[in-house]
Nanobody, 125 residues
Framework: QAQLTESGGGLVQAGNSLTLSCTAS????????MGWFRQAPGKEREIVSS????????FYADSVKGRFTISRDNAKNMVYLQMSSLKPEDTAVYYC??????????????????WGQGTQVTVSS
């Protein structure tokens, strides 16, 4: 399994922006679908966004559509989640995940094989 590492989380005020990054050590991400999930306290982990291996297809949860943008740079072995117009309800631990066998834009957590340790995003009102 790939070891994924997220970065870029932090504390921001509502309305501001934040960009999360994800990379893998010793493992290429370039041929795999990738996803971003989040989990708020007391809530289940939920899909935020996913991207196909070549970046041509993307999925966004309704709650972030129009505010978040997922992208990838396979040459740099990186996946990004640009978050804008952040709201307090976006507060959560954000995880990136890798789907070894999937095609397209998987949206279920059980479809993913490797997970990062998570990065905290806190949006203050």
């Amino acid at each position: 399994q790939a070891q994924l590492t997220e970065s870029g989380g932090g504390l921001v005020q509502a309305g501001n922006s934040l960009t999360l990054s994800c990379t893998a050590s010793g493992h290429s991400l370039s041929t795999y679908a990738m996803g971003w999930f989040r989990q708020a306290p007391g809530k289940e982990r939920e899909i935020v966004s996913s991207i196909s291996w070549n970046g041509r297809d993307t999925f966004y949860a309704d709650s972030v559509k129009g505010r978040f943008t997922i992208s990838r740079d396979n040459a740099k072995n990186m996946v990004y989640l640009q978050m804008s117009s952040l709201k307090p309800e976006d507060t959560a631990v954000y995880y990136c995940a890798l789907d070894t066998y999937g095609v397209g834009t998987p949206t279920k957590s059980y479809e993913y094989d490797s997970w990062g340790q998570g990065t905290q995003v806190t949006v203050s009102s």
